[in-house]
Each structure stands twice: as structure tokens, then as C-alpha cells.
């Protein structure tokens, strides 16, 4: 199994950012898929994540109405768009299977918002 993420990159408070996994090694289409995040000196939290089907999200509250969580099964991959960017959403960001984290992680990406 596979889970490479991309996209990551500096932006200012109030920017956007797209990320991206893709997913190999297992069957895409008949997982839930997430997206997670680790602050420095912060556990892993669970930030969002999408049905098999691309069907049915849920938000942490942090993020809601400010990310979105979408996947394209044809190319087993997996977006998280994020815009209003703030500090506090600086973070590494890792996909993953299920909502707790099925494989191994990868190397993550690393957002930062700062001025």
C-alpha cells in the first residue's frame, strides 16, 4: 500500500491550498478515505473524510465550511481543498483509509500559513 500526499506549500492567512493522495495497493473505491493532520508538539486529529462513493463527508468543526474533502475513484486519488487558511491550520496533512487510519502513513505534506 501506498498513500502519497502533494500540494502542501506556504500560503498566507485568508489563501487557499489544494492537496492530493494518491492511493495505490488496495481497493480505492470500496474505502472511506481521510484526511488527517499533525500540529507540531499535537497528536494526529482526524480533520475530514468522504464515504466510498464520494457520497456522504464529515468536518472536524475546525474546518467546516472552510475545507472540502472530494475523491476521484477512476484515478484512486483523493483532494482536500482548503480555503480561508488560518495559522492554527498549519500542520503536516496525511490521507489515509477508514477514519482511523487502516495502512501505514505516508510522508504527508506539509501546509503553512503564516505572513
Known amino acids: 500500500v501506498q498513500l502519497v500526499e502533494s500540494g502542501g506549500g506556504l500560503v498566507q492567512p485568508g489563501g487557499s491550498l489544494g492537496l492530493s493522495c494518491a492511493a495505490s495497493?488496495?481497493?480505492?473505491?470500496?474505502?472511506?478515505m481521510s484526511w488527517h493532520r499533525q500540529a507540531p508538539g499535537k497528536e494526529r486529529e482526524l480533520v475530514t473524510g468522504?464515504?466510498?462513493?464520494?457520497?456522504?463527508?464529515n468536518y472536524a468543526d475546525s474546518v467546516k465550511g472552510r475545507f472540502t474533502i472530494s475523491r476521484d475513484n477512476a484515478k484512486d486519488t483523493v483532494y482536500l481543498q482548503m480555503n480561508n487558511l488560518k495559522p492554527e491550520d498549519t500542520a503536516v496533512y496525511y490521507c489515509?483509509?477508514?477514519?482511523?487510519?487502516?495502512?501505514?502513513w505516508g510522508q504527508g505534506t506539509q501546509v503553512t500559513v503564516s505572513s
Open positions: 489515509n483509509a477508514g477514519v482511523l487510519g487502516s495502512y501505514d
Open positions: 495497493g488496495f481497493t480505492f473505491s470500496r474505502y472511506y
Open positions: 468522504i464515504t466510498s462513493s464520494g457520497g456522504s463527508t
